[in-house]
């Protein structure tokens, strides 16, 4: 049997697996995935979005390279995790909490976050990096058009 499950959730994966997964991650390499057919034993096929083809690769992609660990997020989460998520320091964190930047909630001495809060600011913030990043390109555009010399 090329896996076995646990009972505490662990997958175990053989060498035969694993070079399914060499040989599935080679194939897909930088292209863009649409998307995932599975195949049943019966023939029928189940398909999957892109974003759950993409996560199912990026396990792949890890599996082939040592022990994976998959676990789904928590509905709250503490603030080292949550800063980890964002990217930032916890220090930068807790400013934005005390901003009110974030909303949060004390468990004892504890700061909680929803995730579904963290997660939404970490769009945001990419969002906003993104413009920022886009407007000092067409401002590198803008200064490159006028050193230009039309004549040569």
């Known amino acids: 049997m090329p896996a ?3 009972a505490n959730g662990t997958v175990l994966v053989d ?3 694993r070079a399914q997964a060499t040989t599935a991650v080679v194939e897909v390499h930088d292209r863009a995935l649409a998307g995932l057919t599975v195949v049943l034993s019966d ?3 189940v398909e999957v979005g892109a974003d759950l083809g993409n996560f199912l690769m990026g396990i792949l992609e890890r599996m082939i390279q040592g022990p994976v660990s998959v676990t789904a997020l928590p509905r709250e989460v503490t603030t080292t995790v949550a800063a980890e998520l964002l990217g930032i320091s916890r220090p930068t964190l807790m400013k934005l909490v005390a901003s009110g930047a974030i909303p949060s909630r004390k468990v004892g ?3 909680r976050l929803a995730t579904s809060d963290v997660l939404e ?3 945001v913030r990419d969002e906003r990096r993104a413009a920022s990043f886009a407007a000092l390109r067409e401002v590198a ?3 490159d058009d006028a050193g230009t010399d039309p004549t040569r």
């Open 4 to 6: 076995n499950l646990l």
């Open 15 to 17: 060498d035969d697996l």
């Open 43 to 45: 023939g029928r096929r």
């Open 109 to 111: 001495s504890h700061t």
């Open 121 to 123: 600011l970490r769009e």
């Open 141 to 143: 555009d803008e200064i």
